[in-house]
Structure formats: C-alpha cells, structure tokens
C-alpha cells in the first residue's frame, strides 16, 4: 500500500507564495509520474502541473509562469512552488503519483487533498 502525505496549504493574499509538499511512502519498487491536481468549488478537477521520473515537467496553461513542480526522486516527494497567486487559484490541490509495484504492476494513488485559499 501506497501513501501520500500532502502538506503547505493555506490562505494568503493575491500575489503571495505558497509551496506544496507530497511525500510517497509504502510499499513499492518506484514512483514514476507524479503531479498536483486542483479543484475549485464547482468546477471539474484538472491537472495544475505534472513532473516524469526523469524531469520532464507539463504545465496548464494557466499556470505556466507562475507555477513549478519539482521533484526529489531520493525521497519520493515532489513541491509545487507557486508564485503570484490570483484569486482564480483557490482550490483544494491533490497530490497524484503513478507507483510500480514489486509485481511490476503500474497503480495509481491520490493524497487527501490541501486547501488553497487566495484572497484579493
């Protein structure tokens, strides 16, 4: 069993920081892509950024610039740096990871969600 520890959430005003940690732990042989999720209130959850293994990082668009994902594949954690923060950011963020199994099994887990409240 996998388990991600999501932490660094809170309110600020717009143009603030905030940085995001998720932290893998468990049973697996590797962590593959791992990414942050956001949903805000009544609207459909989307990927705010996403990082591979080796790097390679996607953004949304709305966040390019502002945002970066980052990752330390030694401790199996990855940040979210946020920069310049708008209102429109709030949401409640979701850490996702890809793990391989021993069993060479590829699954997917969620952490429990950081709340993100940005106010003008």
């Known amino acids: 069993q996998v388990q991600l520890v999501e932490s660094g959430g809170g309110l600020v005003q717009a143009g603030e920081s905030l940085r995001l940690s998720c932290a893998a732990s468990g049973n697996f042989l590797q962590i593959d892509a791992m990414g942050w999720y956001r949903q805000a209130p009544g609207k459909q959850r989307e990927l705010a950024a996403s990082v591979t293994t080796g790097g390679r990082t996607n953004y949304a668009d709305s966040v390019k610039g502002r945002f970066t994902i980052s990752r330390d594949n030694a401790k199996n954690t990855v940040y979210l740096q946020m920069n310049r923060l708008k209102p429109e950011d709030t949401a409640v963020y979701s850490c996702?990871?890809?793990?391989?199994?021993?069993?060479?099994?590829?699954?997917?887990?969620w952490g429990q969600g950081t709340l993100v409240t940005v106010s003008s």
């Open positions: 996702n990871a890809v793990y391989r199994t021993y069993g060479w099994t590829n699954l997917e887990v």
